[in-house]
């Protein structure tokens, strides 16, 4: 398998704990680089993996696990660990895996997955959904659905994934997370294959010519998997549209790389507000 034969990357840098007395990578440890690049590959596949495997009423069991030795990662190292799932039989998946070190391959693995009923362990069939969710990635397929529109339409899937953010993993107060502005908001939802929402945000117009951007909110588990930059472009992308020039959003200051990363830069001091530190932010739009 060659770099070129993978669409999914996960990059880890090998740590002080992980290798053994010969200064190489311990053996052991290369399972847990595959397993650890499996949970990545959820992410890509815009799948929170307990809330899917729910739906999918079943979950994965490994079954059999092998690894090829090429060459040894060696402390410090940076790997990329393409992994792909390579079959899919009537109850059964393989995932095959490779180890670069740059362009040089170090090691090939696979992992062979049972779908069986999370009670009886027993195995089952491939849910439809899920073999096409795995097979259109496979093929290059997108994974997320966007959708915009008023908030009589979407306040039910926006406001449940606002809920679960915001006011119960940062305590907001439900009183102060949702206000008059949402009825005259354009907002903006990302679903999975799934139909489940996976990243939400709104837009308003704080000016002529200057959109604002809020509530932004994207499924814990699925942070830094490029979710939260689809859906932030896709609101941009409606802003230019109705004509805005600039856009602005109050960013909490654990979120303001991500914004850098989508050309924001720092407009002001820092303030807080609903007792979390946030700083003002900017952008200027190439009309659409």
């Known amino acids: 398998m060659h770099r070129k034969d993978y669409r999914f990357f996960h990059r880890l840098r090998v740590r002080w704990a992980e290798v053994d007395l010969q200064k190489i990578v311990?053996?052991?440890?290369?399972?847990?680089?595959?397993?650890?690049?499996?949970?990545?590959?959820?992410?890509?596949?815009?799948?929170?993996?307990?809330?899917?495997?729910?739906?999918?009423?079943?979950?994965?069991?490994?079954?059999?696990?092998?690894?090829?030795?090429?060459?040894?990662?060696?402390?410090?190292?940076?790997?990329?660990?393409?992994?792909?799932?390579?079959?899919?039989?009537?109850?059964?998946?393989?995932?095959?895996?490779?180890?670069?070190?740059?362009?040089?391959?170090?090691?090939?693995?696979?992992?062979?997955?049972?779908?069986?009923?999370?009670?009886?362990q027993k195995s089952r069939p491939v849910p439809p959904a899920f073999r096409a969710i795995l097979e259109g990635f496979e093929a290059g397929e997108g994974m997320l659905a966007l959708r915009t529109g008023p908030w009589a339409e979407l306040q039910e899937p926006c406001s449940r994934l606002r809920t679960q953010v915001f006011v119960q993993e940062q305590g907001i107060p439900a009183d102060e997370e949702y206000d008059a502005q949402d009825a005259t908001a354009l907002h903006a939802l990302a679903l999975n294959r799934l139909g489940q929402p996976v990243a939400t945000a709104r837009l308003l117009q704080q000016a002529p010519g200057v959109a604002l951007i809020g509530r932004v909110a994207v499924h814990p588990v699925l942070r830094g998997s490029g979710v939260g930059r689809e859906l932030m472009q896709a609101v941009m992308q409606k802003a230019r549209e109705r004509g805005d020039r600039e856009v602005v959003l109050n960013a909490q200051t654990s979120a303001e790389r991500f914004y850098l990363g989508l050309g924001f830069q720092r407009n002001g001091p820092e303030f807080e507000e609903v007792g979390i530190p946030h700083v003002p932010m900017r952008r200027t739009l190439v009309p659409a």
């Open 26 to 120: 311990f053996n052991a440890h290369y399972l847990m680089y595959f397993d650890t690049a499996v949970a990545d590959y959820w992410r890509a596949l815009a799948l929170p993996y307990y809330d899917a495997m729910h739906v999918f009423d079943g979950d994965l069991y490994v079954k059999k696990a092998t690894v090829e030795f090429h060459a040894s990662a060696r402390l410090d190292d940076r790997l990329d660990i393409g992994m792909k799932c390579s079959r899919i039989g009537t109850s059964s998946m393989a995932f095959h895996g490779t180890i670069f070190r740059g362009d040089q391959r170090l090691i090939d693995g696979e992992l062979l997955y049972v779908f069986a009923n999370p009670e009886t």
